[in-house]
């Protein structure tokens, strides 16, 4: 399934143009317009899933892998023995501002806790 006026799904169809990082058989990667790290990758499913928690409680392995995904960007992207942080925002109010399901995968620099 697709929404036709999702930005992310309109990456996935290659409607849009985006730097791809990666894609697999559920998964496409590409790279943020706004990084905030020297690595910042996105990881969308290839269908069109509002949020992590609607991923979650379909239970059809989608989390998965998209966490499998996103360590495999972090390899590519040379930042797993220096370490990387996965992101997922869920709702408005957390700062989710494109309604389809995405990972950031952020390294490359220190990473401040708390975030935000």
Not at 25 to 47: G, K, M, S, Y
Not at 62 to 75: C, G, K, T, Y
Request: hydrophobic share 45%; glycine share 10%; aromatic share 4%.
């Amino acid at each position: 399934m697709v929404d036709p006026d999702c930005l992310f799904c309109k990456i996935v169809k290659g409607e849009v143009p985006a730097e791809i990082v990666r894609e697999g058989e559920r998964t496409v990667a590409f790279r943020d317009i706004n990084p905030q790290a020297p690595t910042h990758v996105l990881v969308v499913p290839r269908e069109h899933v509002i949020d992590a928690a609607s991923a979650a409680a379909a239970d059809t392995g989608l989390m998965d892998a998209l966490v499998r995904e996103a360590h495999e960007v972090a390899r590519a992207e040379g930042v797993v023995d220096s370490g990387y942080r996965m992101v997922l925002n869920t709702g408005a109010g957390a700062g989710q501002t494109v309604f389809h399901l995405h990972v950031h995968v952020l390294g490359g620099r220190g990473l401040n806790w708390p975030p935000g």
